[in-house]
């Protein structure tokens, strides 16, 4: 060695804790700047939206009038009275997609709050397996959503002429433009549920399963559906659609939770056999029910104009009802695919087997890992 040269030490091999830990290290190193708003987002999800609302209520209270701005967010827009003794109906418009972002931001907190501080306690005390505890709050989470927005869904319809898919009153006095308070604060929020729950399945917060993209395609067309039904005055067909929906999610989400839950097969199995049979009632037969009314009665003489004169609400017309079944058959088509995953499940209970989701993770379950599966999946491959 020369005179005057420093001999470097070499610098020590870390000793991971677990390969565990190097995974999240290393794929946190190669993700893009997509991988790590999502890893950022998902490590805030109570305090990022938490934040964001108290800067909204803050700013409202310095001058709490509907001609602060920020009033938008936290209450309904557009409030029309038509004389006093009239009971206040609702109009739509642009201040809707402020109540809506607001509506996202206290659904992400109520989730994760939820999962986090009620589900995971119950679940730990019930001896749920690590490997399923995430997936248990998830669904525990949308049982509970689900639960509360059928029966609100189910009242206002019952407050409706077409309650109980009296379908014809689906389309009697169209457009159906004023909305009570009740029918708004439903369908703003429903809106916001599903664009969040888009955000969750894009962002990968959840761990995708093999039918992906078949979950996407659903939120989407979903939404769609949502917000062309509320634009295009379109809500009472649209406040059937959510309880056909809801109500069947609210059993599936049961069963899957008793499943997690290890309990006795024979309980599982019974579950599911009920979820099949409201899965059939409601997302074939109901739902037919509902877009055959669109295809028969929409337009009937006796039940409106049907004639197109958007600048007074009037977008329904002979050639316009069937932009709205393609959105509605597309979805059932998708149900369509999903309930051939039920039969294949039936057929395990049938031969003596147990229940099981055909829709497996893409990845094992490890739901310590919170960065992107695809990248712990080229790490691991590395």
Avoid at 180 to 191: A, E, G, R, T
Avoid at 225 to 237: A, E, K, P
Avoid at 271 to 293: A, C, E, S
Wanted: net charge positive; proline share 4%; charged share 20%.
């Amino acid at each position: 060695m020369s005179k005057g040269t420093i001999k470097r030490k070499s610098k020590p091999i870390p000793e991971w804790k677990n390969e565990k830990e190097k995974y999240i290290i290393l794929a946190k190193k190669k993700a893009g700047i997509w991988t790590r708003v999502a890893n950022y987002i998902f490590e805030h999800q109570i305090e990022l939206p938490l934040k964001i609302i108290s800067a909204i209520i803050l700013s409202y209270l310095v001058n709490p009038t509907p001609q602060n701005p920020f009033s938008k967010f936290l209450f309904l827009s557009y409030p029309i009275q038509k004389s006093s003794s009239d009971e206040i109906q609702y109009g739509k418009g642009y201040w809707d997609i402020a109540y809506i972002v607001f509506w996202i931001l206290v659904l992400t907190f109520i989730r994760e709050f939820t999962m986090q501080y009620l589900l995971k306690s119950f679940a730990l005390y019930a001896g749920i397996k690590t490997k399923s505890l995430t997936r248990f709050m998830e669904q525990g989470y949308i049982f509970i959503y689900c639960l509360i927005s059928t029966s609100a869904g189910s009242y206002i319809m019952s407050q409706g002429p077409y309650g109980y898919f009296n379908t014809k009153y689906l389309w009697i006095d169209y457009p159906h433009f004023l909305m009570s308070p009740s029918l708004k604060h439903y369908y703003l929020i429903q809106f916001a549920f599903w664009l969040q729950q888009i955000t969750v399945l894009l962002l990968k917060i959840e761990k995708p399963r093999k039918d992906f993209v078949e979950m996407a395609a659903h939120h989407i067309i979903t939404c769609l559906l949502i917000g062309g039904s509320y634009l295009f005055n379109f809500t009472r067909m649209g406040n059937t659609v959510f309880v056909t929906m809801d109500f069947t999610d609210i059993w599936l989400s049961f069963a899957k939770c008793l499943k997690y839950l290890e309990l006795p097969s024979i309980i599982t199995d019974m579950m599911f056999v009920i979820f099949m049979i409201t899965w059939i009632y409601t997302r074939h037969y109901l739902y037919g029910l509902i877009i055959w009314t669109t295809y028969a009665e929409s337009c009937l003489p006796e039940n409106n104009k049907c004639i197109w004169d958007p600048l007074n609400g009037y977008w329904l017309t002979w050639w316009s009802k069937y932009i709205i079944l393609f959105g509605l058959v597309l979805l059932q088509i998708l149900m369509v695919y999903w309930f051939s995953l039920i039969l294949r499940v039936a057929w395990r209970v049938v031969t003596g087997k147990n229940a099981e989701d055909t829709r497996s993770d893409i990845e094992d379950d490890d739901d310590n890992i919170i960065v992107n599966p695809e990248e712990c999946k080229y790490t691991k491959n590395k």
